[in-house]
């Protein structure tokens, strides 16, 4: 299945009930067979009326990040936990997390990416549960393979100074994580 396919099954998805008050579906946006997938955890207001992920507040620091980095949002994947806005921004329900499993293991499996970012504690426990961001941030993680790097959510830096500091020291650690992979472990 190619990447395209997948979005047009996506886009019909009715799993959860959040489509009923969901206006678009946020399935992602990058480059298919980006070597960094960054994995947020749900659409805000600005994403879901646009149908992109990060493109507000969060998107906007996240954007500085990958600047930082001299990565460009067209060489990456950017997706999200859930597809659909929980409603008030609020958390994503286990059972929403569930619904949208399937469409998250086709896109890492689509993509192959290198190296996955976890942004946020929500994306962490998708992948990575029993652990804390505030202790596993930016430290890479190998499981069945698969390279793993959990570092905090670009919204929670707002008016947290040293979350932000040591979200931006985590993200310089990317592109030489990168580089040796293979000693991920
Ligand atoms: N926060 C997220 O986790 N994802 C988005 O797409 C936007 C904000």
Redesign the pocket.
Known sequence: MTLEELNNRMLKCKKCKLHKTRINI?CGSGKNEADIMFI?????K??DEAG????????KILDELLLSIGVKRSDVY?A??VKCRPPKNRDPLPEEVDSCREWLDLQVEIIKPKMIVL??R??MARFLPNRKISIDHGKPKRLEGQVYYPVY???ATVYRKQVLEDLKKDFLKIPKILEKIDEVN
């Open positions: 946020v947020g955890e749900a659409p805000g600005n994403e992109l992920p990060f493109i507000g507040t969060a998107g950017i999200n936990v942004l946020g929500h994306s959510h670009p919204a």
